[in-house]
């Protein structure tokens, strides 16, 4: 073999290991061999549900669809069918197991938790998510706002900015068979440009705006939720809706309390204060 076709070689399985091991910047569900595709090639996979947890304590989800979220008028049945099939302790720790069900939130680590089962289901009905949506979620935490969200759309683009809950998620997600779920390990503030437009967006951290790449990233008659916290503190889930005009239409829906977004947002705010 001469040096010049060595060469290649050596190039050519470099590239290969390099998209194998995470990046830099971020963290992907996808193969070394689907990223050297071209994108439009790739089948997106919904959930296998062959993973032993989607047969454990479903008497359990069943009594708290029942009680807590049907309870509190949401009533969307893809909603619902989603809460009752999403192995929610699947997502939480071993010491907060007992309580995987309870309707409260719970810690994941990291200062930061897992969101109480109704405001998961509260916030995917305000989506309104159709078979064919594609989905932004800013804050992926555990990955259970993630896996609800992909058992109705058909693809869910989850960001993360504590490295080690994204690595945790994305390692989570693909065992208990999310191929429609892809995880980055980055900065939400400035949302996943490569795959807009997106039919909705959602975000499980509270910032004192709305983030502008966010809104840009949001298609024409899309959906998003998202707490907003105010100059007195108060947070709101705000839902907008982008008209075919690209006008916003925004309304605080209910008073939340989410752990706070960071990275960018927060030094957007403190120059907004100068």
């Given at each position: 073999?001469?040096?010049?076709?060595?060469?290649?070689?050596?190039?050519?399985?470099?590239?290969?290991?390099?998209?194998?091991?995470?990046?830099?910047?971020?963290?992907?569900?996808?193969?070394?061999?689907?990223?050297?595709?071209?994108?439009?090639?790739?089948?997106?996979?919904?959930?296998?549900h062959n993973h032993p947890a989607f047969?454990?304590?479903?008497?359990?989800?069943?009594?708290?669809?029942?009680?807590?979220?049907?309870?509190?008028?949401?009533?969307?049945?893809?909603?619902?069918?989603?809460?009752?099939?999403?192995?929610?302790?699947?997502?939480?720790?071993?010491?907060?197991?007992?309580?995987?069900?309870?309707?409260?939130?719970?810690?994941?680590?990291?200062?930061?938790?897992?969101?109480?089962p109704y405001i998961v289901a509260f916030?995917?009905?305000?989506?309104?998510?159709?078979?064919?949506?594609?989905?932004?979620?800013?804050?992926?935490?555990?990955?259970?706002?993630?896996?609800?969200?992909?058992?109705?759309?058909?693809?869910?683009?989850?960001?993360?900015?504590?490295?080690?809950?994204?690595?945790?998620?994305?390692?989570?997600?693909?065992?208990?068979?999310?191929?429609?779920?892809?995880?980055?390990?980055?900065?939400?503030?400035?949302?996943?440009?490569?795959?807009?437009?997106?039919?909705?967006?959602?975000?499980?951290?509270?910032?004192?705006?709305?983030?502008?790449?966010?809104?840009?990233?949001?298609?024409?008659?899309?959906?998003?939720?998202?707490?907003?916290?105010?100059?007195?503190?108060?947070?709101?889930?705000?839902?907008?809706?982008?008209?075919?005009?690209?006008?916003?239409?925004?309304?605080?829906?209910?008073?939340?309390?989410?752990?706070?977004?960071?990275?960018?947002?927060?030094?957007?705010?403190?120059?907004?204060?100068?």
């Amino acid at each position: 073999m001469d040096s010049k076709n060595g060469s290649i070689r050596f190039a050519c399985i470099l590239f290969i290991v390099i998209f194998m091991v995470m990046s830099v910047n971020g963290l992907v569900i996808v193969s070394a061999a689907e990223k050297i595709k071209d994108p439009n090639e790739i089948k997106i996979l919904p959930p296998d549900h062959n993973h032993p947890a989607f047969t454990e304590r479903i008497e359990e989800r069943a009594n708290m669809v029942k009680r807590q979220i049907q309870g509190r008028d949401v009533n969307d049945p893809n909603v619902l069918a989603a809460m009752r099939l999403v192995p929610r302790h699947a997502f939480i720790r071993a010491d907060g197991q007992a309580a995987a069900y309870s309707d409260c939130p719970l810690p994941i680590g990291h200062d930061q938790t897992i969101s109480q089962p109704y405001i998961v289901a509260f916030m995917t009905e305000a989506l309104k998510l159709a078979p064919n949506d594609k989905v932004l979620e800013i804050g992926t935490g555990s990955g259970y706002q993630a896996a609800v969200c992909a058992e109705i759309a058909k693809e869910v683009y989850t960001i993360e900015i504590v490295r080690e809950l994204a690595k945790s998620a994305a390692v989570k997600l693909k065992e208990l068979g999310y191929h429609n779920v892809f995880v980055w390990a980055g900065d939400g503030y400035f949302g996943w440009p490569e795959k807009a437009l997106f039919d909705a967006i959602i975000g499980t951290a509270a910032a004192g705006h709305i983030p502008q790449p966010l809104i840009d990233q949001l298609k024409p008659g899309g959906r998003m939720i998202l707490p907003v916290e105010n100059r007195l503190g108060f947070q709101y889930l705000v839902l907008i809706t982008k008209d075919e005009k690209g006008y916003l239409h925004k309304k605080n829906v209910m008073p939340v309390r989410f752990v706070p977004m960071t990275g960018e947002v927060e030094k957007s705010e403190t120059e907004s204060k100068k």
